[in-house]
């Protein structure tokens, strides 16, 4: 497929997948006292200046807290609707190449979704492809470095074959995102009681039928909120 789109460079991930038995369940109790605690190393404000600053040398409890911890914060939309999509922006999407000045459009909407929800990991990888064709692999890099991290902090929660083992996600976007990075197509959607999305796929070579996301904290916010 010749276009930039969504998900691009599929090649450039290497996801870390759970082994059955030493899954991380996240601890939403704690992370929740620590993001609040302006004493604690992991102080919402203090991390999203550490994401503001695309720091790819974040640790693994630090990555946990911001993703999840974004759960607690107020402007926090499990199912927010999230528009950038706009006639010029999809027609630069499609394009086949790209102009150093188109590619500074990419990234100047890249930063505009971003600032609107911090983990729109499309626009992430738009970033990297987009700094690439510019020229500048160190910016590039650090973007597919930040993305890639950030989906194994998703896939560290489980193996996603069964509802005991379901992967954690804050936005059901993210569901698709991950089918997508693992190179399937996603072909249906299920939500299974009490707390689970299951994603139909097609194109597995393990013969499985899809994955099980954990959304109980997405659903335990949105009631909260009503």
């Known amino acids: 497929m010749r276009i930039i789109f969504i998900y691009l ?35 919402y404000p203090s991390l999203t200046k550490k994401l503001a600053a695309v720091d790819t040398t974040m640790t693994t409890s630090e990555l946990e807290h911001l993703y999840y911890g974004y759960i607690f914060q107020e402007d926090y939309d499990p199912y927010r609707d999230i528009k950038y999509h706009t006639k010029n922006i999809d027609t630069l ?15 100047k909407y890249a930063k505009s979704v971003l600032a609107d929800f911090p983990f729109e990991f499309r626009q992430m990888k738009l970033m990297a492809y987009a700094y690439k064709n510019k020229g500048d692999e160190q910016k590039s890099e650090l973007w597919t470095t930040l993305t890639r991290q950030f989906l194994n902090i998703i896939l560290r929660t489980g193996d996603g074959l069964s509802p005991e083992s379901a992967w954690y996600v804050i936005s059901s976007i993210h569901e698709y995102d991950i089918i997508y990075w693992l190179g399937l ?14 994603i139909d796929v097609n194109g597995s070579s393990d013969k499985i039928d899809g994955y099980y996301f954990n959304v109980s904290q997405m659903l335990r916010e949105y009631i909260r909120k009503q």
């Open 93 to 107: 999407y499609i394009k086949e190449k790209h102009t150093p000045a188109e590619c500074d459009t990419i990234i």
């Open 185 to 198: 197509i996603p072909s249906g959607y299920t939500f299974v009681e009490p707390m689970y999305d299951f």
């Open 9 to 43: 460079f599929l090649s450039a991930f290497t996801l870390s997948f759970a082994q059955k038995g030493s899954f991380s369940v996240p601890n939403f109790r704690e992370i929740e006292a620590d993001v609040k605690d302006f004493d604690s190393q992991f102080y």
